[in-house]
């Protein structure tokens, strides 16, 4: 029998027994009662305890830490609507406990297509295989005109940038409609000569989102974002999935903080932006970068990224996307952090440059240059990253 | 201009200058350098803010405390995808920050249907009006065949249910098929002479659920169960819109206590649970009572009857359905805490009766008769009743 095992961490008496109640209770409901026909029937549904492990005690001399419990992977349909309630529906409810770790086997993840390009997929498509690669994000996007946003969007270009990601908050958009803005910045894209994806933003009823995507590659989109958590990870899922969308997909951290940062509650932020994501399907996870102030700890954050990117069978990686306060200063930490495979993501680090925003993102190129390069920052061309550095400084 | 109005708990220096950051950060990005006719493109997108109130200082000297901002309406789709990812995508990142509630204006509830029947509604579909509706769970579903399940239903039925719901984690059900389960449960309703809602758990792919639901509705189905946050609010807006779906809609809170317990992060209850629950068009809404194991604070529970309940121009009320923990002396409490319009809801309070199921809901509705007279439970007839009051005693 195959099995998923999920790791809690929780306060109880005694963790042991814990996990065997939560062990039965969320999977046959009862069981020591039970006449042995009903056993015998049930067997192949019934959740076994894998084991606890006591970090802590409380002052009320409760145990706190880790319980794992092995679910039958028979107790689930393929989809992430069905391992979150199942594993942590009504669980979620009852008291102090949060969700740490799923660890799913390849009969279940099987049954997902995961990232349909992945990071060699994304690079391939970018022809960039040898840096980091770099994008912006837009200054703002609600309100403005198409013109506006063009301008906007030629400026990223010029500066260099690999993508460029819709805000995520552009939800009405009747004076920079979706299509419009997809053949308006697909234009900027083939004068500039060379392959920047543009991800905009996929917005509107749920149960249409599929066809928009499809409608929106026929204008010429290259990638799409999705608000994933609010939208439900289903619809990221069918996306990845579906034969006709033959382009990388973004995934945005939108509502991510509703879930993770508790030390007592919720989802563990590399289970619900890593593992999660890369299984329903995200090439690229924007996640919180341990280093501006919208933060998350160094350890959790680098924890996402190993997520999204170690070996799995049948998975391909998904695109490390560290996002928040990022500057031309940051790039050689993000390179010792994240590696080769990650993309400088920058929004205020390019748009704040005091020569404007071509400027800035000249400097992150020239940043990303001198850090591949070996060159310390403080000693490369006198440019707009000399400028960048002495507003921004360089982090060690 | 219309206005959405947002509350969060918070931390900051100064909580005023907080709500001024995030209402200009969660718009339009920044405001004083912008030139003036910038400003008027965007004047209509700015967001404002609303007022503060410190609830106390923490050690580190912060203000902690209530900020509110208004949203222009015309930042927002109509749908609670776009309501989410705005006014608490990023933010719900950034620190210390719990989304508590949302007052959106008609000019946007007006946009969505809520529920379809409401208390009503329900109440028409059953012919009942004068007492609290009773509900049943099943003992478990998972891996039993049609035959067993059939036999559970019976006993529900004959116990004198007035509503039966699916176990929310029935998910592989090869043994009793969704359609199959649909027709056999139809006929011991038609074979009982009284109508019985059945709410039948709605899965599978998210862009079929529509579908799903509407060939359910064509073998008899007549209540639906949704897990609605594992799938996204989105999905129940769509279901509650559809022409077509004329059952009522029941909302199991799963994954619900990965949102409200923190109390310094997530969604709160009432908000999560029940306001946004009937914006998006759940009829009946399941919730933690506040009397079992699997608990909400008193306060917290009534508050999610009250966003169900309150009125609302335009929105028919949800029906509120305290769950977990319930046996039979719960009733009178139930009653005094929820009013009439609630539905008495239990599992083990039915199938851990002495006698068994069908006594164990005879016993129920005993305690509703006895207290919708007005007479001490200890004081009714010698049957299930006292039985049960044996058991699990009377909660004052």
């Not at 067997?43 to 606890?52: D, I, N, P, V, Y």
Request: glycine letters at 10%.
């Amino acid at each position: 029998m195959s099995y998923i095992r999920v790791s809690y961490l929780t306060e109880a008496k005694n963790l042991e027994q814990k996990a065997e109640s939560v062990a039965v209770g969320m999977t046959v409901g009862s069981w020591t009662d039970l006449p042995a026909a009903k056993k015998e029937t049930l067997q192949g549904h019934l959740g076994k305890a894998a084991g606890s492990h006591i970090l802590s005690h409380t002052e009320d001399g409760l145990e706190r830490g880790i319980i794992k419990v092995d679910y039958p992977v028979a107790n689930f349909t393929y989809d992430i609507p069905s391992l979150l309630t199942t594993v942590f529906g009504k669980l979620s409810m009852d008291g102090k406990i949060k969700l740490v770790d799923i660890d799913v086997p390849e009969s279940f993840s099987s049954h997902f297509s995961g990232p349909k390009f992945g990071i060699q997929g994304v690079r391939q498509r970018l022809n960039i295989q040898d840096r980091p690669l770099f994008m912006s994000i837009f200054k703002s996007c609600i309100g403005l005109p198409l013109n506006e946003l063009v301008e906007q969007f030629k400026f990223q270009v010029e500066g260099g940038v690999d993508l460029v990601k819709d805000d995520e908050i552009f939800f009405p958009d009747e004076r920079a409609p979706f299509f419009d803005r997809i053949e308006a910045y697909r234009e900027v894209i083939q004068q500039s000569g060379r392959e920047v994806l543009y991800a905009v933003n996929l917005t509107g009823p749920v149960t249409e989102l599929v066809d928009k995507a499809k409608r929106a590659i026929d204008k010429g989109a290259n990638c799409l974002l999705l608000n994933v958590l609010p939208y439900g990870f289903d619809i990221l899922s069918e996306l990845s999935r579906h034969p006709d969308i033959q382009v990388p997909i973004m995934a945005h951290p939108a509502l991510a903080g509703a879930f993770y940062p508790s030390p007592d509650y919720g989802i563990a932020a590399p289970l619900i932006l890593g593992k999660l994501m890369r299984l329903a399907g995200a090439d690229l996870v924007l996640f919180p970068s341990p280093y501006g102030s919208v933060a998350l700890p160094r350890e959790e954050a680098l924890s996402i990224a190993t997520a999204l990117t170690e070996e799995k069978p049948g998975l391909l990686p998904s695109f490390p996307v560290p996002s928040a306060g990022i500057h031309p200063g940051m790039v050689p930490v993000l390179s010792r952090d994240f590696g080769l495979d990650h993309i400088v993501n920058a929004g205020g680090g390019i748009h704040g440059h005091p020569d404007g925003p071509v400027a800035g993102g000249q400097a992150f190129v020239e940043a990303i240059k001198a850090t591949q390069s070996g060159i310390p920052l403080e000693e490369y061309d006198n440019g707009p990253l000399q400028t960048a550095i002495k507003k921004w400084g360089v982090v060690k």
